[in-house]
């Protein structure tokens, strides 16, 4: 058995920068025909010119890849009308983090009260420009993205014009939210359709595992996967793969993120056969991010095949989800 996907977009990546940037950047270039790239760099994202750099270093660390970098600045309260006008010719979106909340987040926003935002969301609403948002509150790890829902309903509601995209959800309130506000989206990342807090800690701690947000409920993995696996047009994939290194990984401190982008279409092509769900694939890997962004993206096939592929256990020093286990899909 064999699938072939057409462009398939990953549409929330972290590629860092420096030499994790050209140890992992063709993990996805190889597979995807274009990601929308997290700007939470050190220093963040911020500028035109950084903007511009930084999808130069990807570029070359691509190595002639047919892939898009689609890039994003990182959210602030001030930007002005004029600076993002000229921006939209260079970023697909604005990614907002509340501060601290993440990795490499301490410079994101520290209030939301919506007059404290209204300068830059009008701009962006005006200009078309999308707003990414880690939806996070401060509270209880588990009912943090619970909590963050008040936020989306106030600026959905502020902004009916502007494009929100509700990142990474794990939650079965956030999955309600999708069918109340016209203007709210939401990507939706491998490893939660996948995991629960008890593959993470329900035995010995799987550090590979552990991300923000953190892996919900049975109940709210069953809420993702009814959206993803029916390709709800308001959904769309994305990895969220986050690579570090792994000795930050299996360590005091364990550092946020798994990495999967070397693996994600096969593990999906497992995931959606075992529900008879393949032929809403298409929809779910790009299809539905093409109409949401207005996208054209590069034009690029990718076959994978039934057949039987072993994880390796690192890509450079980055330990991958699945390290070492078998798939039942492989790249053809």
């Given at each position: 058995m064999k699938i072939t996907l057409k462009s398939p977009l990953d549409m929330h990546l972290h590629l860092r920068d420096a030499d994790m940037l050209n140890s992992i950047a063709r993990c996805s270039s190889r597979y995807f025909a274009g990601a929308i790239i997290m700007p939470n760099l050190v220093p963040p994202i911020t500028s035109i010119d950084d903007v511009i750099s930084y999808k130069k270093r990807i570029v070359k660390a691509i190595e002639g890849d047919f892939f898009e970098p689609y890039m994003t600045l990182f959210f602030k309260n001030d930007y002005s009308y004029n600076f993002l006008k000229e921006a939209k010719e260079h970023i697909k979106a604005i990614k907002l983090y509340p501060s601290g909340i993440t990795t490499n987040s301490?410079?994101?926003?520290?209030?939301f009260e919506?007059?404290?935002?209204?300068?830059?969301?009008?701009?962006?609403?005006?200009?078309?420009?999308?707003?990414?948002?880690?939806?996070?509150?401060?509270?209880?790890?588990?009912?943090?993205?619970?909590?963050?829902?008040s936020f989306y309903e106030k600026i959905a509601s502020a902004f009916p014009k502007l494009k929100i995209v509700m990142e990474h959800i794990t939650d079965k309130n956030s999955v309600n939210l999708l069918d109340r506000y016209d203007n709210l989206y939401a990507t939706i990342t491998l490893h939660h359709l996948l995991i629960t807090l008890d593959d993470v800690a329900g035995g010995l701690l799987q550090p590979h595992l552990f991300c923000k947000p953190i892996a919900k409920r049975y109940e709210d993995r069953e809420a993702l996967r009814q959206v993803a696996l029916n390709a709800h047009p308001k959904v769309m994939f994305g990895s969220d793969s986050a690579p570090h290194p792994k000795h930050k990984k299996e360590s005091m401190g364990c550092a946020a993120g798994v990495f999967s982008a070397p693996v994600a279409l096969p593990a999906l092509c497992e995931l959606f056969e075992r529900y008879s769900k393949l032929d809403n694939l298409q929809k779910f890997i790009s299809d539905n991010a093409v109409d949401i962004y207005d996208l054209k993206p590069i034009k690029k096939e990718i076959t994978l095949e039934?057949?039987?592929?072993?994880?390796?256990?690192?890509?450079?020093?980055?330990?991958?989800?699945?390290?070492?286990?078998?798939?039942?899909?492989?790249?053809?």
């Open positions: 301490e410079g994101g926003v520290s209030s919506i007059n404290d935002l209204r300068d830059t969301l009008e701009a962006m609403s005006e200009l078309g420009l999308p707003l990414l948002v880690h939806g996070e509150s401060n509270g209880f790890v588990m009912d943090r993205e619970k909590e963050f829902g039934k057949k039987e592929f072993l994880v390796p256990k690192k890509y450079g020093d980055v330990v991958p989800i699945f390290a070492g286990e078998k798939l039942s899909w492989s790249y053809a």
